[in-house]
């Protein structure tokens, strides 16, 4: 069975609220994803592609990224970037599918904000992902789950505040200690 994970996501934007400054390069995707970001990919089976795409106006006029990965391990398309603190908010439209899996072999289709020090350490993650349900992914006082309810794929505007995230679920994180963050698009599946 083939297990199939894609996610597209329309303008992403990571700003500071008061000042309105946009820390994201090619967050809208108007420009190839190689403009800002950095794919990677582990095929330990599968295959996996990255693309852009028109969305033809759905949700609205513009461009896409599309992460593609089949069986074993995953594909990232991924930015990091300074931040001055963690008032900042983070919103984009997406849309995630996943299909097939199973107990030993289960798909994740996910959107990863990191945390990142300034040595490039991580610190923690929050996490919004779709999965059946053998998805052994668990939530910690530095990994917060915020589940995907819509398993049609259809897209759906998404918004995050750190400074809330980070107090009210990741209380493992030290906000202070935050200076870097990496938006990972990441499709993932656990088993062949």
């Known amino acids: 069975m083939q297990r199939i994970l894609l996610f597209s996501v329309l303008v992403l934007a990571l700003v500071a609220p008061a000042a309105a400054t946009e820390y994201l390069v090619n967050g809208d995707f108007e420009q ?3 403009t800002g970001w950095v794919d990677t990919a582990n095929n330990v089976v599968g295959s996996d592609s990255f693309a ?3 969305t033809f106006g759905q949700p609205t006029p513009g461009y896409a990224a599309k992460v593609y990965k089949t069986l074993a391990y995953f594909a990232s398309l991924r930015q990091t970037v300074d931040v001055p603190d963690v008032y900042l908010a983070l919103s984009f439209d997406g849309r995630f599918k996943i299909g097939g899996g199973s107990s030993t072999c ?3 289709a996910s959107v990863w904000v990191r945390y990142m020090n300034s040595s490039d ?3 923690g ?3 919004f992902y779709l999965h059946n349900q053998y998805c052994s992914w668990a939530k910690s006082d530095t990994v917060s789950l915020i589940p ?3 398993t049609g794929g259809g897209w759906h505007t998404y918004t995050l505040k750190l400074w ?3 107090g009210w ?3 493992g994180i030290n906000r202070e200690s935050v200076a870097k963050v990496t938006i990972d698009l990441y499709a993932y599946d656990n088993g062949t």
Do not use: K, Y
């Open 32 to 34: 190839a994803i190689t």
């Open 52 to 54: 852009r795409s028109d």
């Open 106 to 108: 289960w798909p994740v």
């Open 121 to 123: 350490s991580e610190l």
């Open 125 to 127: 993650n929050t996490r």
């Open 148 to 150: 995907i309810a819509d």
């Open 164 to 166: 809330q995230e980070l």
């Open 169 to 171: 679920n990741l209380p």
